[in-house]
């Protein structure tokens, strides 16, 4: 089956700093999904992206299906965006990036 | 505008016991998918469902949990005679149409856990 790959595993960032994750995968893709799961434990839709850029307010996606990456752009970080950020590729998930975000 | 409704969010069950997970998905979706997540790991698959049929069951263990979907009412994922190992959240999600390039749209979980 594909394989998803995160990086990078863990990422503490000072508040209003910029970071991007990356998201590798094996195999070519109909869907990929970026998800935050909050410290909650609830996984919230960020982006539908098995092709192109998106950005929603302080977040942009890009998925460059050919070379089997997606990158997930987070500027001017916030105490709240901190959790664990998943790629899913179909029914895979990644392990995940756990973002800290320091005050 | 529900979304994924998953219930009860929290279960605690005895070992030996049976574990019932329930999941209504979003309005006009008719596609469901449930997964399992071990504490501090991702999401791994279980089992893709459209209604009253079992589409891929590949990341079900072999013996104990079964899933259904019914023509009316919430899919149900059972676990028969629970385990210490079957602690975890299970989520549930729910596509529109079927296939590969669908999104899917996320409950809150059940947080299960076995004494």
């Known amino acids: 089956g594909i394989q998803v790959e995160q990086s990078p595993p863990d990422l503490i960032l000072q508040e209003g700093a910029n970071s991007t994750l990356r998201c590798n995968f094996s195999d070519s893709v109909n869907n990929l999904q970026w998800f935050h799961q909050n410290p909650w434990g609830q996984l919230i839709n960020l982006f539908y992206i098995p092709s192109g850029t998106k950005q929603n307010g302080r977040l942009s996606a890009t998925t460059v299906a050919t070379e089997r990456y997606s990158l997930l752009y987070i500027s001017s970080s916030q105490t709240t965006d901190s959790g664990v950020y998943f790629c899913?590729?179909?029914?895979?998930f990644g392990a995940g990036t756990r973002l800290t975000v320091k005050p | 505008n529900a979304g994924v409704m998953q219930n009860p969010r929290h279960l605690v069950r005895r070992r030996g016991q049976e574990a019932r997970l329930r999941c209504s998905p979003m309005k006009g979706h008719s596609h469901v998918y449930w997964y399992r997540q071990l504490p501090e790991e991702g999401l791994k698959f279980m089992v893709y469902?459209?209604?009253?049929?079992?589409?891929?069951e590949s990341g079900m263990p072999k013996e104990r949990f079964s899933a259904e979907f019914p023509k009316e009412g919430p899919s149900i994922l059972r676990i028969q005679q629970v385990v210490r190992g079957d602690s975890a959240a299970y989520f549930c999600a729910s596509s529109r149409l079927g296939g590969a390039n669908q999104p899917q749209h996320f409950g809150d979980g059940t947080r299960l856990s076995i004494l």
């Open positions: 469902l459209q209604k009253e049929n079992i589409i891929d």
């Open positions: 899913a590729v179909d029914v895979r």
